[in-house]
């Protein structure tokens, strides 16, 4: 797989209905609806943004806290969707499981490695880090650790 490009996700005017509405002045996108809905709804929204985490996650891609997610999200400058489930199911074993309180709420990897290259870019110029500094705690992709991935994708062709 390819590594995912840094980009701000543009959500085309015809399928917005599917990531449900935009919440004015920023780029966050809430949809609710039975709980049975929130895979398919979360699948379409990986088909547009490419792979999400939780706004918990996102330190594993940019050097930011949760709060620091939220409050970018709510000054439109990060984009998140949010999925509402308004009733649940029961489960396999035929207990009655309870809605969640607060929404389901993933966040584009591919903007927070853009976010994580601006913040990069200003800390360079503001003198705080240097690029040689910042090239030390990039993973070796070459290296032992990562040899996994090779021989996974060449399982996955036949080689």
């Known amino acids: 797989m390819a590594p995912e490009e840094a980009r701000i996700v543009e959500i085309p005017e015809e399928i917005r209905h ?63 969707f949010c999925f509402y489930v308004t009733s649940t199911r029961r489960s396999l074993f035929g207990k009655q499981r309870q809605a969640r309180e607060t929404p389901l709420v993933y966040i584009p990897v591919c903007e927070l490695k853009l976010w994580a290259s601006e913040l990069e870019d200003r800390m360079i110029r503001l003198g705080r880090v240097t690029q040689e500094e910042l090239e030390g705690d990039r993973p070796d992709w070459e290296g032992k650790f990562w040899e996994w991935h090779s021989q996974w994708q060449a399982s996955k062709r036949g080689d």
């Open 18 to 80: 599917v990531f449900g509405s935009c919440v004015p002045g920023t780029r966050m996108y809430q949809a609710e609806g039975p709980e049975g809905t929130s895979g398919p709804w979360f699948e379409a929204v990986c088909e547009v943004a490419g792979r999400c985490v939780s706004p918990g996650g996102a330190s594993m891609f940019a050097p930011v806290s949760r709060a620091a997610v939220h409050k970018s999200v709510k000054e439109g400058k990060l984009s998140a």
